[in-house]
């Protein structure tokens, strides 16, 4: 694993209930993209020719896993979902895992600053995050 993977990476973790339909997102203060919220000046851009090994799903969940202590067997990469952002020091992909279990982990989040809240409650957020949940939204409730 590269020590900056997370740096050109960013993870929406999110949980889906299928029974009730209530899709959850973990929100950490103003951001729901876990290390960290998106650099001031980033833009929309389509996925580079070769994104490499930096960018790989399963490499980015392992350090996140790793990161923060999560239960790997309880976390599903969705590759489905594909975004990306250009910034100051490059392409950031961004990912999306899903939390599989019957209920919201709410307890493995809140260490670090993490709730569920679902994108009703997401007002205020950036617009590009707003736009991400909205894909994610779109992926997970349309498909």
Known sequence: MNDNTLEHNRVILCHFDSYSCA??????????????PLPEATSDMPPPAKAGEQHAPAEVLNALVAKYGLDPAQLKINDDFEAWLSSDKGPIRIHLARFTGLDAPHAAIEPLGGVFKPISQMRGMPMTELNLMRQVFNL???G
Do not use: C, E, K, M
């Not at 899709?23 to 960290?36: D, E, I, Q």
């Open 23 to 36: 899709l959850n997102f973990a929100r950490y203060g103003g951001s729901v993209l876990a290390p960290a």
């Open 140 to 142: 997970i409730i349309g």
